[in-house]
């Protein structure tokens, strides 16, 4: 699988999520740099890592949307490429169209940085082939800007047309209020587009994917991927 | 421009500079200062940047050892930890700038250290903050809290350093003095550390990262170097504003730049800025320097000279690089978006000459600016107030026959309670490197492309350096290693903090010069290099002193990351081990304080041979693989160690019983916080072997009881004194922060 991860300026989860699909997992990965207006076609996959691009200043993910680098995600994407976005990916995926809804701040008004559980809602993605239908993953979540929201209607549609792909649970997969850490609707961590070649979640499965630790449930989600292409 | 303001008697006053200061300024230079002039040389001979009062103490400690890269005197110590890395590290301290605004003055503080250690060509792969705040009863206590962990939280976590840990404590002697402390690791490839020196002639001096502001300006000399009083809010220009986002792009940038062997030096523009960090490279280098201000990226019109100079605006740096690679360095900041413009070049003259629109506003030698302070040779005393609080008499302290009611005190401690309301709010994990999270003796953080670790423990107990500075800092340095130990880490090298009040008074001196002793002696027994420091007087506000406070910041190798110890229980069935001895020690303890509210007696014994014996036992069990945990006995002592192994338990909490023979009371038993103890569990299968190699060593080691249940139980003597549920001590030893934190008033 050919990878490219965006660096914005401020990106942060750049050197690890190459680290996992490079060094862990084998994959051809490359840099892609938010100033050039990159021809993508000949990869299977494009990231967009964590961190705080543009320092977040404004909103997360406001400014990268305009980065020259978007152009071409966007032109990717649309041809059905996949794009992963994780974290600060997901809020520019969501400030530049390319998955609906929005990311506003956690409820509890502070950063959360810490591991939580997620059940995979939907096994019909390129993102979620590997899991078992209602696995309940532990995967850490670092963010001020998670907690998604979408109107009622729309929230509706995404289910039927199974695009919701994670929802925060407790470690038995409940979905109750107190396994939801920031306050999305509907507990939605991770949400796909209706062509299911467009991702995004504010959790970090390249955070639980290094052997080096007992918990590698992220990797389910990179062998996804990497089973696809 | 404006004409400057005549040189007055009240102006050198103002200026922070005595008048025998001034005088030895007109001999070493022989004629009078000018405005800017005198600017520089009362940042310069600030006690915050010229060390005056605490220098001839520092030369005690030992800063040697095969492996010291670079030890004190740089911008951080660097130490080699072979297959071809070093770390890079160093505490500093933004009290002051914090307690008027407490969001950015920790930010900037955070900003600052970082700068610290990748000005030493070394990425930054770990923050750590030691944090101390007043009573929680003070209004200003939680504005404080929120404010500082807001601060560390919103600019660590935007420049993709993980907080990894840390410490926070609570006394009423901080109410008008909080500490920040701050810690920063990195990691540099052995042979490419970077140094702060000018290099030869024709050098160019280029200026990189933020516009230079008006901000900050007399950060390091006036508000850093005086103690508080009615005036302190009038003094919040002088705190510094942070942009994480810019430090972010400076750290990525600068160590690109620095892979060209044409970089000569670098120095971040920390306290006094431009100033500190011209005069400095010069100094080091024997060289002059010229700059032109004209040429400096000014954030607003019409700075005078004066401002510029002294500016302590965050986020820039000085590189000395060779002629002709100009445009390339320029390239590689443009690239990351940073301002840069060569300003100036080294000289073969013997001091500092700059101009500014074309006429020169500053020609000094360097030796008198960055040397010339006089070491002030303060005087000690030691203070009266020992002989009252030394007498505490155990008799007299009521003594209840169980220990139910203490327990729970003592969990719902702030001190104690955990602390995972602060971490949560800070990434500790980006870089993939946290192999220990936060709430642990020590975070331990693998070395990429090694089969590595390090460990990193930071401490200071100022209840015992209040009661006994000497014996306190050595305590500090011991429970540091020994939290080292109880990870599998062996100590490579120190950093320290050293926070005291105001050193015009010669009982604060004589505190610093006891913690200073009894630190390095600690250092050299355990043969551990003091590679870097700060010190951070005035720490007080209208004539009450903080407890001395000499924070250290232990760094620690592990040699097979596969074989990292952590404190929680792992199984049921497990037996229960102490390393070390129990005396009848009270004395400033957690427990007399939150039960008696008071800070008495003589700190705990500190037997160093003892500690070595234990620590090192303690490290073979876990080279051996005997052991599945390994917790230091620090505040709350044994019952509090032992309760926090059960909570830390990969099932959400193990229950314990414990069955002891003492002949102590049992509150000094359970809650005594003697030295040089470690918790340890096991499988059972192992015990003769463990008590075997105690044996060897020797060193002392009971068996305390066994793992499982859902209680904390202890027997002392086959009656029962403790019986809790896990479950109910846990929710309040993991929620009493978080709750007082969140309160609105």
Redo the contacts between chains.
Sequence with gaps: MKCGIVVF?????D??CY??LKKVLNQETHWLWHKDNADLSSFDLVVLP???S????LRAGAISRFSPVMNSVISFAKKGGKVLGICNGFQILVESGLLPGALMQNHTR?????NVYVRVESTHTPFTQECSDKSVLQI?I?H?QGSYYIDPHSLGDLEEKGQILFRYCDAEGNITDSSNPNGSVSSVAGLCNAQKNVMGMMP?P??CA?P??PNVDGQSIFKSLITQS | MDKEPEITSQLVKDHGLTGEEYRRILDLIGRQPNFTELGIFSVMWSEHCSYKSSRPFLKNLPSEGPNVLQGPGENAGAIDIGDGFAVVFKIESHNHPSFIEPHQGAATGVGGIMRDVFTMGARPIALLDSLRFGELDDPRTRFLLNGVV?GI??YG????VPTVGGEVYFDSCYNGNILVNAFCLGLAKSDKIFLAKAGGVGNRILYVGSKTGRDGIHGASLLASSEFDETTEEKRPTVQVG????E??LIEACLELMEFDWVVGVQDMGAAGLTSSSFEMAHRSEAGVRMDLSKVPLREAGMTPYEILLSESQERMLFVIQPGHEEEAVAILEK??LDAAIIGEVTDESGVRIRFNGKEVVNLPTFPVVDGALDLKRETQRPEYLDRIHQLNLTELPHPPRGDKALIKLLGSPNIASKEWV??????????NT?VLPGSDAAVL?I?GTKKAVAISVDCNSRFCYLDPYEGAAIAVAECCRNLAATGATPIGLTNCLNFGNPERPEIMWQFEQAVQGMGDACLYFNIPVVSGNVSLYNETKGEAIFPTPTVAVVGLIED??KVMTQGFKKPGHRIGLIGFTMEELGGSEYLKVLFDKTEGKPPVLDRKHEKQVQDFCLELIQKGLIQSAHDCSEGGLAIAVAESCFASPAEGIGATLDLESTLRGDALLFGESQSRIVISFPEEFTDKIEDLALSYPVDFILLGKTGGSHFTVNINGREYIKQEIESLKKIWKTTLGSYAGQTT
Excluded at chain 1, 54 to 57: E, L, P, T, W
Excluded at chain 2, 423 to 432: A, F, P, T
Aim: hydrophobic fraction near 25%; aromatic fraction near 16%; charge should be negative.
């Design positions: 300026p401020g990106s942060n989860c050197h690890d680290h996992i964590g961190g705080f543009y320092g977040d200043y502070k950063f959360i940085c810490k850490p670092a001020h970090h390249e955070r290094d080096l630790w | 807001d939280s919103s976590n935007c420049t993709g942009d994480p986002f810019t972010k792009l990351w978006g971490y949560e709010q800070y990434d500790h994990m980006v870089r993939l192999l693998r990429k990351q596969t």
